[in-house]
């Protein structure tokens, strides 16, 4: 026993003094689950220049969001109004020229997929006669003209609040019914010096 003690004394003090052994550095990478979100599917195409744009549509003519294909409309008018701003900024300016739109569709049966083409036009302008804002209201679900031209009065009085002057409308109808106004416009925040 009087050997047991002193061994156990020095192993105490000495274990204690012995410097403790660094943790080793390893480089592991934790393995998160890798999720590959699947990007949603591209239904359009969109191109814009200062002599127009042009665009298509071919998909579902109704999904989960809605009628998907009217709202490339809404798509169509972000791009373009966007587009017009830019150009005045930089003494570009340009109009409408409804003369020459375009609408065109194919399978609108409220069933499966339909194509939606749209071409809108631009020429050259003075400061005072480009437009600065587009706007659509439509009806994709053959609802009568009635009712559309209570829209259309809707949009222009909301319309009125962000713009100047006159704005000019035109109305467009394909073939298999699709109808819907487009509204050009001059935007108070560009053109408050053309009233």
């Known amino acids: 026993?009087?050997?047991?003690i002193p061994i156990l004394f020095s192993t105490l003090i000495f274990g204690q003094c012995n410097p403790q052994p660094k943790p080793t550095k390893t480089s592991h990478t934790t393995s998160t689950p890798q999720t590959h979100e699947?990007?949603?599917p591209k239904y359009d195409t969109l191109e814009i220049s200062v002599h127009g744009f042009k665009g298509t549509f071919q998909g579902p003519e109704f999904n989960e969001a809605g009628d998907i294909a009217h709202q490339f409309s809404n798509k169509a008018a972000?791009?373009?109004g966007d587009f017009l701003k830019e150009c005045y900024l930089k003494k570009t300016y340009l109009r409408i020229h409804f003369p020459q739109l375009k609408v065109v569709t194919k399978g609108?049966?409220?069933?499966?997929?339909?194509?939606y083409s749209l071409e809108i036009p631009f020429k050259q302008a003075t400061a005072c006669s480009a437009h600065t804002g587009i706007e659509h209201c439509g009806s994709w679900n053959y609802q009568p003209k009635l009712w559309l031209n209570q829209r259309l009065k809707q949009q222009k009085k909301a319309l009125s609040k962000i713009s100047i002057g006159r704005m000019e409308c035109a109305f467009f109808e394909s073939s298999e019914g699709f109808q819907e106004y487009w509204i050009a416009f001059h935007h108070k925040n560009y053109q408050a010096g053309c009233q």
Request: hydrophobic letters at 35%.
């Open 38 to 40: 699947t990007p949603p």
């Open 78 to 80: 972000k791009l373009i």
């Open 108 to 115: 609108l049966d409220q069933q499966d997929s339909v194509y």
């Open 1 to 4: 026993m009087r050997r047991i």
